[in-house]
Structure formats: structure tokens, C-alpha cells
């Protein structure tokens, strides 16, 4: 299959195995603010890297976005070396970080002046569904937009679903991931206090998966990853905080009372104080069985 230029700024965690699959279906030049990662994807997959965002964008049909939030999207824009400065009117610009609804609305309102097209089309399934090209992807964009980001977004994931206007698809990501946090929260909590009561991990897990508390949770991330003790780093904490950040102010613009997720917000703010930087979005986990005095492993 080959399709139109495309790039793609932002080799992180998750855009890296996401760009390697547009890679192997059509040009695509790479821009990373460290240029080495860059250099070293090119030689990898075979393709461009760029210097800059503008030289990125010079010529692409499509540019698309995975940065940590909204404001580092924002912030490329501008400048002598920004997107703006390289993109040609009547191009795409398709930002899959996990933002905020506001930035993106103002970001689409500014690009429409240029005759430049905009959708948030922030992504689920993690690391593993990038490289397999299985993530769910939310759309928010009008229907135009949609129809034509549509054929790109099939490289990266299997279900693309348009899910309303600008800033739809962040406002939806930003809730699931709130659902995320209070899960991982809420079944950390729940096994420990099984273990205490002397039941293994393990069993609980198993048991817990047959009954109606079942989630993501714990039905994959917890026996994966925490009973093994595995604990791979595929998804930084702080972004997690971030969505959290994102999700409590939409309950708020909207009336919606949150304490439950208020309260998840406030614990993983305080985990990311006590766990550092470099912490992965399980490590609260770890928290909860030093509290408890109880080992979720098995
Ligand atoms: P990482 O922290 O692994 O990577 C961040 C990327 O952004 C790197 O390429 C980094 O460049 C770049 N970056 C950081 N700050 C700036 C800046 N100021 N200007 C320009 N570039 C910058 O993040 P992920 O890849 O994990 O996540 C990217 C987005 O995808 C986030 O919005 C996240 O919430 C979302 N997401 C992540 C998932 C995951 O499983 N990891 C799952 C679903 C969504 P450099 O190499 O120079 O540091």
C-alpha cells in the first residue's frame, strides 16, 4: 500500500513503534526533539529524519503529533522552525498525543485560518498495540476531516471511531484514563487486603476474574506485569497525572461532581512526588503493598 507523505514528530515510548508502521507503508520523514533518536529510527526503518519541524513538515501531506501533552504541540508550531513554517495549506495536522479538548480547539481554529485541517486522534492499547498496529483510536474532528484521516489511522490501529467535534477525541481519553487510574488503584487496594486475609494473589486474581470486579486491571496489566514482577516501563506516570489533570477539569467545566476521580488525581499526584520521574503508571502499586506490608505475586 502507499499513501501520501507523511511525518511524524515524536518518537517517545508509544510514537516510536507507531511511526515504524507508517514507515513500512509510504514515505515518512521523522523529527524528535533529540536528534539522535531520530537519526537512529531513520537508519532502522529505513526512512528520513528531519532537523527541525518545519523541515519535517515540508511537502507532508500529513503531520502527525505524539508529545507528551497539548502544550509541547502548541509550542512546535511556532517559529522559523516550527510546523507552521512547513506545512502548505490544504495538509493534515493529526495529533495523537493524549491532550486537552481547549488547546486542541484553539490549535484547530488557528490551523483553519492557514487552510491547514486538524483532528485529536489520541490512541489506546499501549506500547504492544502500537507495534501490532491494534490501538483504538478516538477521533475528534467533522466528518471531512475524519474521512480523510481515516485511511492513515487503519496502519495504527483497528478501531478508528469517530467520536465528535475538535477536542472530542482528547476529552474521551482523558476519562478513559481516569477509569484507568482509579482501577489500578481500586484493584491494588483490593488484592493486597485478599492477601492479608490469606489468600494467594494469584488466586484472588483468578477468582476476582471469574466474578463481577473484574477490569483491564486485573484481568491483564496486574497478572502481567505485578504477579510475574516484571514491571515493564512502557507508560510514564506522569502522563497518567496529566490525563488525570485533564479529565478533573472537564468534571469541573462540566458540573460533574468527581470525587472518585478527584481523590485517584490526588493519589497518583502524591505516588509521582514520592516515586520520581522516571516512575511507571503500576509503581502506586507498589505503594499499596509497602503500606499493607503484602506482596501482590504469585
Ligand atoms: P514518552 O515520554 O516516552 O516520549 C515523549 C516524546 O515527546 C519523546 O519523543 C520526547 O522527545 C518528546 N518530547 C518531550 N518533551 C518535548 C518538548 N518539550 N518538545 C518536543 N518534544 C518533546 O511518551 P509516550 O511516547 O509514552 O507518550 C506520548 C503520548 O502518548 C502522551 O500524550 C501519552 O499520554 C500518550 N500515550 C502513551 C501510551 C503509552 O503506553 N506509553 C499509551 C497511550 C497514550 P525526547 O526523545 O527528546 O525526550
Redesign the pocket.
Known sequence: MSRRPAAFL??????APMAARLARDGALTVW???HS?AEEFARANRTRSAATPREAAVGADVVIT????SR?VE??LDGPDGVLAGLAPGALLLD????DPATSRRIAERLAGRRVAFADA??????TGAEAGTLTIMVGADEETFTRARPILESLGSRIEHVGPVGAGHALKAVNNALLAVSILAVGEAVAAAVKAGVPARTALEVINLSSGRSFVSETLVPERVLTGTWPR???LA?LE??LGIARALLRESGVEGPVIDLAGELFERAGAALGESADYLDPIRLIESQAGAEIRG
Not at 515524536?10 to 510514537?15: D, M
Not at 489520541?122 to 506500547?127: A, K, L, W
Request: aromatic share 4%; proline share 6%.
Open positions: 515524536g518518537l517517545g515510548a508509544i510514537g524528535n526533539r533529540t533518536r505524539c508529545l507528551p501533552s509541547e509550542a512546535l495523537c498525543t493524549s491532550g489520541p490512541v489506546s492499547g499501549g506500547t512502557t507508560f510514564r502522563l496529566k490525563d
